[in-house]
């Protein structure tokens, strides 16, 4: 049983180019040039019911463009998706009705005159809601989002954080079944972040629901996703566990010292942090334990431990240097 299911994913758009000058504008009026680009290729991965998936990769990899395609705002160009069984871009109703798609950068659509309890009110009747179903849930959402001092006040005066919760609650209210989350925490301060990741992590426990994230954050992944999936130029560069991988894309490991008296770490690998009595060391993975064992066989080593390179580092260092 799955509940996001991708074979062989392609999506290509038609880009219009235009050289610089008036020239080129005029002549543009006349006839359009286009170029394509290769947002996917060969994208396949599948999700199962009730799991939590980060989905990762640097600008332009071709995230946005899969969860657009995967909640049925485009048609791909080729491959073949099932989201709960469904085809999402035939866009049935009672498809649309189990799942939800919130973009950080565009929480919350619709008029922005209205207040928060009458967009609410919207999204009740537009996806069907039983007014009891509505109200449980309404009450439900109203403690984990904070959203109390929020339902009388107008869309267009909240705050980007406020807009987050809101979107969150407007896309919840519904109790869709998968959510695709596009960078919820986008331009959101620490403690607004934290909540919201908070919130995902809960409704995730009370519902069982299943989730694709995407986030330039490695805290929302960490703290949400045990999967990674890793997308690079429309490609899958990497899915599996979390934990796994640092050790696929980082070659080495830090190990960090404590030493007394006189020492000269230099000797037994690379010295990344130092600061009066301590190092941290990058050994590469495979000597770790000769290391190890010759620095406390040479130094007097109050204290010893070995570590993963932080998570941000071994992404910031596989998006430099490539992930193939
Ligand atoms: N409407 C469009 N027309 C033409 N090209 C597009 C369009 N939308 C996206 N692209 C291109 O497709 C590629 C993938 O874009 P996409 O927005 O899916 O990336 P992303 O991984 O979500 O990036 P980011 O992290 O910057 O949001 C990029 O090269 C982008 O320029």
């Not at 880009?15 to 002549?27: E, H, N, Q, S, T």
């Not at 394509?36 to 599948?46: I, W």
């Not at 909640?71 to 109703?93: D, K, M, N």
């Not at 649309?96 to 565009?106: E, M, N, P, T």
């Amino acid at each position: 049983m799955t509940a996001v299911q991708v074979r062989n994913l392609s999506m290509s758009y038609q880009a219009p180019v235009r050289k610089g000058g008036l020239r080129a504008a005029l002549g543009s009026l006349v006839r359009r040039e286009y170029k394509t680009v290769q947002a996917l290729d060969q994208v396949s991965f599948t999700i199962a019911p009730g799991e939590v998936a980060g989905f990762i990769g640097p600008n332009g990899a071709g995230k946005t463009t899969t969860m657009k395609i995967l909640s049925g705002i485009l048609h791909p160009t080729g491959g073949e998706v099932e989201v709960l069984a469904a085809t999402p871009w035939h866009r049935r109703a009672a498809f649309l009705k189990r799942i939800a798609f919130v973009r950080g950068s565009q929480p919350v659509g619709g008029s922005q005159e209205l207040t928060v309890m009458d967009s609410l009110e919207y999204q009740r009747i537009l996806y069907d809601v039983p007014r009891p179903a509505f109200r449980r849930t309404l009450a439900e959402l109203e403690v984990l989002l904070d959203l109390d001092p929020l339902l009388e006040r107008q869309l267009r005066a909240l705050s980007l954080g406020e807009r987050m919760r809101v979107g969150l609650a407007m896309a919840l209210i519904y109790r869709p079944e998968v959510l695709f989350l596009d960078e919820p925490t986008i331009g959101l301060d620490v403690s607004a972040a934290s909540q919201i990741r908070e919130f995902v992590a809960e409704y995730v426990e009370q519902t069982g629901a299943t989730v694709l994230l995407t986030s330039h954050y490695m805290a929302d992944v960490a703290s949400l996703c045990p999967r990674l999936i890793l997308i690079d130029h429309g490609r899958v560069a990497y899915d599996g566990p979390l934990a796994e991988l640092s050790t696929r894309l980082s070659p080495y490991k830090l190990i960090r010292i404590s030493a007394r008296g006189a020492a000269n770490p230099e000797q037994f690998g690379e010295v990344v942090e130092k600061s009066d009595g301590q190092w941290v060391l990058r050994v590469p993975r495979d000597e770790v334990a000769g290391t190890t064992a010759r620095l406390l066989q040479a130094l007097e080593v109050v204290d010893l431990a070995v570590e993963e390179p932080p998570l941000e580092k071994v992404i910031d260092q596989a998006y430099r240097e490539g992930l193939r």
